[in-house]
């Protein structure tokens, strides 16, 4: 069964104090792994889509990685305004290939 | 682009009563999912249409869950009836293709509360 555990479970930090998320993942055959955003009260909005070990990708100050066992978000600089849950998603090979298996969240907290 | 429209936000309900909420996908896509998301969870998967045809509802609890998408557009997800443990915040999400790895674009969803 596709396993997705994020850590840590809550994170306070301070404005422009660096940080990283982690997300580690148990699947049979990756196919594609995504981060999302959530705000409360509002659904998952798509951040980023990695596909391989070693991809990475970049939005503002944010920069998502990826081996083979986990993915990293991390967080450059923050702002107040990126205070939101970060939900790490995995689509696996076989079976309903279509579906994200999610991970708990972490919530990040960024305090002025 | 307007995104994935889901009504009504908030419902409150008592429990063995019936309930439905409503998606409307973003234009062009052909691919909708059903979610539910208990309070500290991520989403977990409902049920998967592939224009009008439902092709992953194995975790559908089918005893009282039902889904339905005429014409291929909108859906309507029912629950009858609703028990104390279906209080949660039901999302729709929707995609373009078939394509592995295609995204998933999710509404705002429908806090559902039963009491």
């Known amino acids: 069964e596709d396993q997705v555990t994020q850590s840590p479970e809550a994170l306070r930090l301070q404005e422009g104090e660096s940080s990283s998320l982690n997300c580690s993942y148990t699947v049979s055959g990756l196919r594609g792994l995504f981060w999302y955003r959530q705000d409360p009260g509002k659904g998952p909005e798509f951040l980023f889509t990695?596909?391989?070990a070693g991809e990475e990708k970049e939005k503002e100050r944010l920069k998502a990685t990826l081996t083979k066992k986990e993915s990293f978000l991390h967080i450059t600089a923050p702002k107040p305004e990126d205070s939101a849950t970060y939900l790490c998603?995995?689509?696996?090979?076989?079976?309903?290939?279509?579906?994200?298996?999610f991970g708990k969240g972490t919530l990040l907290t960024v305090n002025p | 682009e307007a995104g994935v429209v889901q009504s009504p936000r908030y419902k409150i309900i008592e429990k063995k009563q019936p309930v439905a909420f409503w998606c409307n996908p973003i234009?062009?896509?052909?691919?909708l999912y059903w979610y539910r998301q208990n309070l500290g969870q991520g989403p977990e998967l409902l049920i998967r249409?592939?224009?009008?045809?439902?092709?992953?509802d194995s975790q559908l609890p089918k005893d009282r869950f039902s889904a339905e998408r005429l014409k291929g557009v909108d859906s309507t997800l029912k629950i009858q009836p609703a028990e104390l443990g279906d209080s949660a915040v039901y999302l729709c999400?929707?995609?373009?293709?078939?394509?592995?790895?295609?995204?998933?674009?999710f509404g705002p969803g429908t806090r559902l509360t039963v009491l």
């Open positions: 234009s062009g896509h052909n691919t």
């Open positions: 998603a995995v689509q696996a090979v076989g079976g309903s290939n279509y579906k994200l298996t």
């Open positions: 249409y592939e224009n009008e045809e439902a092709v992953d």
């Open positions: 999400a929707s995609s373009f293709g078939r394509h592995i790895g295609n995204t998933q674009y």
């Open positions: 990695l596909y391989s």
